[in-house]
């Protein structure tokens, strides 16, 4: 009914129209556009699992010349950023974490623990305190400081644990040099708490807090972009490792497209865990290290057949450290930029 050319089959064979005399119905309209613009449908599911279950098998399968059993690699990347905008969209993710390093910066915490090392850092001060004689006193102020600073502060007793929070309240030994240089001053309830701040190191909390608020604004605007030049630049650390072999370019790049979108899915994955269990980063973090890094692995040997499980780590070593060397290149860009615009708000 497209281009009048008489059917022999299910699909036309000059414009590809599937054989369907039916109304056009809201169904059928939506489910066609899901087909053809978000691969939504059974091959999309079925390529979603090969690349999760069988780590390779994909790149082996298209290099082959099999391209109608699974979805473009290229296409497959497209749809998963496509569902972790729309969700970073929906959940507000940006908003969530320009405010968590508002907090971050703002937490007493941290910025005691900055107070502290704005003393230490002059020669002198430092000097006085390695030398100075310890006392033994009421302090209220974050427990956290016995852990960033063990040399300095031994907790006796815990007398109220507010979780970490400024109101802490211990009894430690302490260099009477924090004491005798104002450091720390004593109120009313006998306690020693840390003194304000000096506005300097104020002013570098809120520069620090500006710049990381700019960098994650420019790193969600172009993520899409910054995780599909991932791709190229993998396969550009594929070529210098595997350069002996002289294999084809776009083995490699077929390759870091299905590795690209394994790691695209793992990080969903792992925002869905966040969203719904919130799990601590130090469960999270290694989470994906480990499993992009073992999936990388056997990827390896299975596209690449390596004769050793030991060449193939090594190879997987190498690759890792050549490719997150570009991205931290990407994210020392990024600070570049944030810094500039920063400076150009304040000028």
Known sequence: MNCGTELNGEYCHMCGQHDSTSKLSIKSFISDYLDNAFLWDSQFLKTIWLMISRPGFLTKEFLAGKFVSQENPLKLN????????????????????????????????????????????????????????RDTVLLQAPLSLAETHPDYFKVVEIIEDASGASKDRWVAIVPHTFIDEGVFVQNSDDYYCISDAPENLLDILRLMNDVGVKMLEITMEYLPIILLLTAPLLSFSLHLVWRKQKLPNINHLIFSLHYTAFVVL??????????????????????????????LTIAFREVYATTSWLKTIIKAFITSMIYFSILAFIFVCIFIAACFVIANQMA
């Open 78 to 133: 497209m749809f998963l950023l496509f569902v972790f905008i729309t969700l970073c969209i929906l959940f507000k993710t940006t908003d969530k974490l320009s405010n968590t390093m508002h907090d971050i910066t703002a937490d007493d915490r941290v910025i005691s623990a900055m107070h502290i090392n704005s003393f230490l850092d002059d020669d002198s001060h430092l000097a006085a305190t390695l030398n100075s004689s």
């Open 266 to 295: 793992l990080i969903i994955f792992i925002y869905l865990l966040y969203l719904i269990f919130s799990p601590p980063n130090e469960l999270l973090e290694p989470l994906f290290t480990v499993a992009s890094c073992v999936y």
